[in-house]
């Protein structure tokens, strides 16, 4: 089977988030920065960013205050410190799943609560599950404390990695083999599909396609 290879260009979120109409913010965390957007009618407009490191932390936390009142917020995560192994366990179903999903992540993530299980399908020898975790939670958790504090309203954290199975379905380009490419402010974040599951993904800084590379 040929691989097929389908770039896409991401210069902001829209594209991996459902469209939303109602008023709500948009928080976007990477390595360096936390972006904070408004959300309406499908359309986003940057209304500041914030260093990852005390300073960013302080203005983000002044932000907070002088806005008052906050819109719904969603919360993305793009970064590199993101891992991702893919397990087969027995057809289980209810508490025993939930329990034997539990150990696997805590076994694979016990230094992070950003972690998760995602059923990828069922086959004859089980059901395949992809576990991920955000192995580096000093770059989440800060933020999150002071949304909390302000008591924000979060809806949900949501990791980029895991969300590119979405727009694989939105581009349906209908191969056994996909490798994506999504381009950001930040990095280019490819991820692997074999048949519509996630096999390897990995995010690159953008400082990678800078300099003397694109100079020369």
């Not at 008023?23 to 309406?40: G, K, N, P, Q, Y």
Request: net charge positive.
């Amino acid at each position: 089977q040929p691989m097929s290879w389908t770039t896409v260009l991401f210069d902001n979120p829209r594209n991996l988030l459902p469209e939303r109409k109602a008023d709500s913010t948009l928080m976007l965390i990477s390595r360096e920065a936390l972006v904070v957007f408004h959300w309406a009618n499908g359309l986003f407009e940057e209304q500041d960013r914030f260093s990852q490191n005390g300073d960013g932390h302080g203005r983000f936390k002044a932000f907070l205050a002088k806005a008052g009142k906050t819109y719904p917020v969603f919360v993305l995560v793009d970064v590199i410190e993101e891992e991702m192994k893919g397990e087969v366990i027995p057809r289980l179903r209810g508490m025993d799943r939930n329990r034997l999903l539990n150990r696997r992540l805590e076994r694979l993530f016990a230094a992070t609560p950003y972690r998760r299980a995602v059923s990828q399908g069922k086959g004859k020898e089980g059901e395949q599950i992809l576990l991920s975790g955000l192995v580096n939670p000093g770059l989440i958790t800060p933020w999150l404390s002071e949304l909390k504090e302000m008591k924000a309203w979060v809806v949900g954290l949501w990791s980029q990695q895991l969300l590119m199975r979405q727009l694989l379905r939105q581009i349906d380009c209908g191969s056994e083999r996909t490798l994506l490419a999504v381009l950001n402010s930040f990095g280019l974040r490819q991820t692997y599909f074999v048949r519509g599951r996630t096999k390897i993904s990995r995010m690159s800084p953008i400082s990678q396609f800078t300099g003397e590379d694109q100079a020369g």
